[in-house]
């Protein structure tokens, strides 16, 4: 007959939840061609860099299997009315190398790159300062409202600042 501590350590690791040497279960759910806008108005200029990847995350998943969707299946909109807003500017290009090759990419795959206008006013940007894959509209919250009201869902990147490496917590 088993003790009351045997007991005990059993109803313990019952309510520890599963066996810890199980795998994680892997799902593909349905998924919709998506419409969505990120909305990129950060402090830090170079948190654009980050903030692409949440463009990545989202759009290249779907590109492979199981949903195997096109670019051209996509409507993806990134508006742009921070900081950030310097990435765009040609004479910015060495500084922003990376992030603007990457906005170049996605917008050869399909990604749509607006920029408010009254935030390159700001910074005394004219339309000729800015990249060709760059499209000014009037305002980035009266755009940002119009792409939500034709059925657009509205992702903002969180932009944290990294404190380890993954190495470091792996």
Same mark, same amino acid.
């Given at each position: #007959?088993?003790?009351?501590? =045997?007991?005990?350590?059993? /109803? /313990?690791? !019952?309510?520890a $939840? &599963?066996?810890?040497?199980q795998?994680?279960?892997?799902?593909? *759910?349905?998924?919709?061609?998506?419409k969505?806008?990120?909305d990129?108005?950060?402090?830090? *200029?170079?948190?654009?860099?980050?903030?692409?990847?949440?463009? +990545?995350?989202?759009?290249? &998943?779907?590109?492979?299997? &199981?949903?195997?969707?096109? *670019?051209?299946m996509?409507?993806?909109?990134?508006?742009?009315? $921070?900081?950030? /807003?310097?990435?765009?500017a040609?004479?910015?290009?060495?500084?922003? +190398?990376?992030?603007?090759?990457?906005?170049?990419?996605?917008?050869? !795959?399909g990604?749509?790159?607006?920029?408010c206008?009254?935030?390159?006013?700001?910074? =005394?940007?004219q339309p000729?300062?800015?990249?060709?894959?760059?499209?000014?509209?009037?305002?980035? *919250?009266?755009?940002?409202v119009?792409?939500? #009201?034709? $059925?657009?869902? !509205?992702?903002?990147p969180l932009?944290?600042?990294?404190?380890?490496?993954?190495?470091e917590?792996r």
């Amino acid at each position: #007959m088993p003790n009351r501590y =045997s007991s005990l350590l059993l /109803i /313990i690791s !019952l309510m520890a $939840g &599963p066996n810890v040497s199980q795998a994680a279960q892997v799902i593909t *759910p349905e998924y919709e061609e998506p419409k969505v806008v990120f909305d990129f108005f950060f402090e830090d *200029p170079q948190h654009i860099a980050s903030a692409l990847y949440w463009v +990545r995350s989202t759009i290249s &998943p779907l590109y492979d299997e &199981p949903y195997n969707m096109a *670019p051209e299946m996509m409507d993806v909109v990134v508006m742009i009315h $921070g900081t950030e /807003i310097v990435t765009l500017a040609k004479h910015n290009y060495e500084k922003y +190398r990376e992030s603007v090759e990457r906005m170049k990419y996605y917008h050869a !795959l399909g990604v749509e790159f607006r920029a408010c206008s009254l935030a390159a006013s700001d910074y =005394s940007y004219q339309p000729d300062d800015l990249y060709d894959f760059v499209t000014l509209v009037p305002s980035a *919250p009266t755009d940002l409202v119009q792409l939500q #009201m034709q $059925g657009y869902a !509205l992702i903002m990147p969180l932009i944290r600042t990294k404190k380890y490496s993954i190495e470091e917590i792996r």
